[in-house]
């Protein structure tokens, strides 16, 4: 079993930037790939980025490739999403994700953290 807690709830204003995190727990969390995923309002629940066990590879949305960068330090237990010089439409709940690998990660997610609201005002 692995959780996942994401960082609260934030509002930024158009071309800031915020790091978001998401703690991890459980024995096997490290070997697990990870990812973000968000739903804006009335639309469904998109990926965002991903990353390797190894934080080796990486995987971005082509609508946020160049913005945010995703690592993780295991050491920590966290995941992070970095995000530059963000867009109102970047306004969705944020999830954090795990999966036992990159592409089952992608189809379906084994666990998901409860999401945090991040809120990019123009």
């Known amino acids: 079993q692995v959780q996942l807690v994401e960082s609260g709830p934030s509002v930024v204003r158009t071309g800031d930037s915020l790091r978001l995190s998401c703690a991890a727990s459980?024995?096997?969390?490290?070997?697990?790939?990870m990812g973000w995923f968000r739903q804006a309002p009335g639309k469904e629940r998109e990926f965002v980025a991903a990353?390797?066990?190894?934080?080796?590879?990486?995987y971005y949305a082509d609508s946020v490739k160049g913005r945010f960068t995703i690592s993780r330090d295991n050491a920590k237990n966290t995941v992070y999403l970095q995000m530059n010089s963000l867009k109102p439409e970047d306004t969705a709940v944020y999830y954090c994700?795990?999966?036992?690998?990159?592409?089952?990660?992608?189809?379906?997610?084994?666990?998901w953290g409860q999401g945090t609201q991040v809120t990019v005002s123009s």
């Open positions: 994700a795990a999966g036992e690998a990159i592409q089952r990660l992608l189809d379906r997610p084994k666990y």
């Open positions: 459980g024995r096997t969390w490290t070997s697990y790939s």
């Open positions: 990353i390797s066990w190894t934080g080796g590879s990486t």
